[in-house]
């Protein structure tokens, strides 16, 4: 890799970050709430990829790892009187404690196994906050009080400074996975990735840093899942259901596994996606899902992933 | 002087089911040296050096290991030690440049602390070995898009890359042209200058020119072992080839 690319790309990842940064004076308020929202979910889905993408990770749980986030942030708002910087802090020490935890023992699966390991995991986790549906109010969820959605004495309920919150995690997140991909680590991830025997055989050894990998995208998507019960007000059960699961999955392949701006980007894509069809037709999903198979045959790696296939080669 | 021993097993055996693949084998292997596992088909070759390796746990016996017990160390602690492998069957990095594939192998050894190597020194000694198999040209090229001759001199300069004590090769010139396998019989010389070099060979040429010492495995036990010399002579041992 020469230094020149090494510039080009971080120029782009800044500049990235600088147009959405631009685009909070420009954009009109439904658009700019939206956006808040996805660099949010892009946070989230950056946190997948860091084990799906980079680690060849295939999680079918992550959903936990940000509910326990937004249930940890929400819970000791609700209960503690706890306010929002202590909870984006606790809600990514419990998304990493919990990652910890389930790696040491889903880690020891591989393939198809992994992926019902994790499912299971985090449908344990899903029915726990029904367990203490006195305190979690199960489905129906609860809201976090507005004393509490206060940033440096800042509402979070104000769109300025949710977009600008939104905003600084997810330029964290871009420069964590930036970080990881140009990094010795984020390079033995990819060997990991590619052959995991031969990369055990070169004398590394595989399961601490896949479980540093899944340490890593769950604290991540412990902040984002904090963040994202801060800045809107609601923690529910929904976001640690399946779906949610799914999601991150689903943005990380449209936009692009293995590439740090490729999370966003289908997450942008598929928000609006549903967004736009829905004021259509109440058979949005119908769209959204025809729109996915035309991506799959003509960006097969997803958006980014094809543009560094034909014509970006540097793009980390 | 009697040379110091590198490695060596004790009633290594392993079983698959009824099956016992290596069957009490006592192993001893002196640094320095340029030894060759031999055997019939199903002679359990491959199945010993994955246990040497740590690939395989053993269902008995014990693995020495430059004076260590190594027995319950996993695969990965072997090599850090100074055992490397490389697969009968092509394995490298694919999608990755040939460069990345020795970067990989070197980086563990050169990093210092949490953040890995300075990238310079990486890069020199990962061109340093690929120099040594003649591939430094092929720096920037995908691993995969190599020739299949290529591909195995990569496994080898990824061994190299670890710079180990000791270099398994499992039938390294499995599938290459005759000019390839004259030049792969003088790189496994120059390797031998700083490494000891367990080869697992069927062709017999290869074999004839390049060990010191040959052992001879049929059905998990180490039917003969000498000199290449020796070998040819043995009668228990053209019984196990011919099947007479």
Redesign the interface.
Known sequence: MSRGSFNKAAALHLSAVGVLFALHFILPDYHHGNLARIMVLASFAMAYNISFGYTGLLSLGHAMFFAAGLYTAGLMAQFAGLGAAGGIILGLAAGFALAVAVGCLALRTTGVAFMIVTLMFAQAAFLTIFYFGEYTRGDEGFIIPSLQRHLFGLSLAEPAVRYFVALTLFALCVAVSYGVAR???G??F??IR??E??????????FLYKLAALAISGAMAGAAGAAYGLLFGYVGSTFASIQYSIFPLLWVLMGGAATVLGPFAGTLLMFYLVDISSAFTTANMLIVGLALIGLILFFPKGILGTLRERVAPWLP | MAAVTLLSTENLSKSFGGLRAVDGVNFAFPAGEIRALIGPNGAGKTTFVNLL?G?LPPSAGRVFFNGEDVTRL????R??RGI??T?QIT??????TVL?NV???A???L?KGS???DPDT?EHAALSALERVGLSKRRNDIAGNLSYGHQRLLEVA?GLG?EPKLLILDEPTQGLADEEIAAFVSLVRDIAREASVLLIEHNMDVVMELAETITVLDRGCILAQGTPEEIRRDEAVKRAYLGT
């Open positions: 990094s010795s680590l390079r033995v990819a060997a590619e052959n025997e031969r990369t055990r055989m070169l004398g590394y050894n595989v | 390796s690939r996993p695969a990965y602690a090599v850090n490397a492998y697969f394995s490298i990095f694919a999608a990755m990345d970067g990989l192998s980086q563990r050894r990093s953040f890995g190597p990486l990824m670890l």
